[in-house]
């Protein structure tokens, strides 16, 4: 099949494919929120049941087979012992989760609102 149904389906950006399980259901990769993995994986399989009974038999086998890995990536993510396992493979693949420390402190800058002149610029972490 030359057409990539996870993009048109799914609307998951060209890659990797079968994708790892946080960018089949659309969430951040190393997500630790469960109702959030739960909520995208009903949405996923939502999107993807309007194709159950596609015409094409090869798109009717396809959507079966992404409904089984979202079933699959969804039982991973909210399962405490196989999370950790699947994020720290996945970690040495794309690299650690990032964290605050990692991001670059940056000037923000505010205004007195009764002169609307500039204030000093403050540093902090976003």
Same mark, same amino acid.
């Given at each position: 099949?030359s057409?990539?149904?996870?993009?048109?389906w799914?609307?998951?950006p060209?890659?990797?494919?079968?994708?790892n399980?946080?960018d089949?259901?659309?969430?951040?990769?190393?997500?630790?929120?469960?109702p959030?993995?739960? =909520?995208?994986?009903r949405?996923?399989?939502?999107?993807? &049941?309007k194709?159950v009974?596609?015409?094409?038999r090869r798109?009717r !086998?396809?959507?079966?087979?992404?409904?089984?890995?979202?079933?699959?990536?969804r039982v991973c993510l909210?399962n405490?012992?196989?999370?950790?396992?699947?994020d720290?493979?996945l970690? =040495?693949k794309?690299?650690?989760?990032?964290?605050?420390? &990692?991001l670059?402190?940056?000037?923000?800058?505010?205004f007195d609102r !009764?002169?609307d002149?500039?204030?000093?610029?403050?540093?902090?972490?976003?």
């Amino acid at each position: 099949m030359s057409r990539d149904l996870y993009t048109e389906w799914l609307g998951i950006p060209p890659g990797e494919r079968p994708p790892n399980h946080y960018d089949l259901l659309g969430v951040m990769a190393f997500c630790n929120d469960i109702p959030t993995i739960e =909520k995208a994986a009903r949405e996923r399989m939502d999107r993807l &049941d309007k194709f159950v009974l596609h015409p094409d038999r090869r798109k009717r !086998d396809m959507v079966q087979q992404m409904m089984n890995e979202v079933a699959r990536a969804r039982v991973c993510l909210v399962n405490a012992e196989q999370k950790r396992a699947y994020d720290e493979a996945l970690s =040495k693949k794309i690299g650690p989760p990032l964290t605050l420390r &990692d991001l670059p402190e940056v000037e923000i800058l505010t205004f007195d609102r !009764d002169r609307d002149k500039p204030q000093r610029p403050k540093k902090r972490l976003l």
